[in-house]
């Protein structure tokens, strides 16, 4: 069977233009382009999917939207962005959650291509195993094949639109700022090491300290939630300040330094990443490295809905921002 992939081949163009020709997207592409690929499928004798028309068309007022843990408020903020977006173009977005299990993320995409979803929307980190993220790029080409858009929040490793937050930068960013009061000894609560996003934070905070002459931190592995947070603070040792490597861990870190005695920021500093909105009401106020969460999800929309220029996807940077609140203290 000759795929909308084998035609853009033969003609000579990216995947996405092939599509929009042999769909019936209501973007534009020029005639050369056009009798170029219109005279591939001929000689290939491509048939065009008439649901894939539909779903070109944008007959679907609907987005699919997949986030790792939808309690966790780093995710909830990227989908109140998305939602908010993508009502002012006319659409809803129906959410699915795949609890960090990436077999469960490949399992949405492919319902939500059964489903002629108008664009899928991926938020998360992607893990360090290369088949996993290789199988999630394969299911994603499908459903673009049929006309479907897609945008990603996360690192740039799926071939789309990807909307990428500054992780490394942002924790390099917060050890300089941390030295810079006076701390040298740290430790890192640093997550799944087979989570890129937390891997990525706990390298860009250590190559600071190190490019800075400090010792390294000491460096603890968990769950990448408020308990994982919890547990891997009471292995710290010798530290004057604990880097959690998103802010729900450095909540639950809170939580158990609170329960055995220990003060923050008297006798430990803490810092987070990410600035989700519940730390507003947190009693120490929480120093942390602040994403614009809502606005990365509106991003992500937009991204989507926009389609690729020139046929190659997009990558748009997104900056973070060192926060110093009351949970570090000074030590010069």
């Not at 949405?108 to 992607?126: C, E, F, P």
């Not at 809502?294 to 060192?322: D, F, I, K, N």
Request: proline share 5%; net charge negative.
């Amino acid at each position: 069977m000759v795929t909308l992939e084998d035609v853009a081949r033969h003609a000579g163009v990216s995947l996405a233009t092939a599509s929009r020709v042999l769909n019936g997207s209501s973007r534009n592409v020029g005639r050369a382009m056009r009798e170029r690929v219109e005279k591939s499928a001929a000689v290939l004798g491509y048939r065009t999917n008439v649901a894939a028309q539909t779903l070109a068309r944008g007959a679907s007022n609907v987005i699919g939207l997949v986030v790792h843990d939808l309690v966790d408020p780093y995710f909830a903020a990227l989908a109140d962005g998305a939602m908010r977006a993508a009502e002012a173009h006319g659409h809803m977005v129906m959410v699915g959650t795949t609890h960090r299990d990436p077999e469960r993320e490949i399992a949405y995409v492919s319902t939500l291509n059964a489903q002629r979803v108008r664009a899928v929307l991926i938020s998360g980190s992607r893990v360090t195993d290369p088949d996993v993220t290789s199988r999630l790029r394969a299911e994603l080409d499908r459903y673009r094949e049929s006309g479907g858009r897609v945008a990603c929040v996360g690192q740039d490793l799926l071939g789309v639109g990807t909307i990428a937050p500054a992780n490394r930068e942002g924790a390099a960013e917060l050890a300089r700022a941390l030295a810079a009061l006076g701390h040298t000894r740290f430790a890192v609560l640093a997550g799944p090491p087979h989570l890129i996003t937390a891997a990525d934070r706990s390298a860009g905070f250590a190559e600071a300290l190190a490019g800075l002459g400090l010792p390294e931190p000491q460096v603890i592995h968990g769950p990448f939630d408020r308990d994982g947070g919890y547990e891997a603070v009471q292995e710290v040792t010798g530290a004057t300040c604990v880097f959690a490597v998103n802010d729900v861990m450095a909540v639950g870190a809170l939580a158990a330094l609170r329960s055995r005695g220990v003060r923050v920021p008297d006798d430990i500093s803490v810092a987070g990443f990410d600035d989700i909105k519940p730390l507003r009401d947190l009693t120490p106020s929480l120093t942390t490295v602040r994403l614009p969460l809502t606005e990365m999800g509106a991003q992500a929309v937009e991204l989507a809905l926009s389609g690729e220029e020139g046929g190659e996807p997009r990558l748009v940077h997104v900056e973070c921002e060192v926060v110093l609140r009351e949970s570090v203290r000074p030590l010069v």
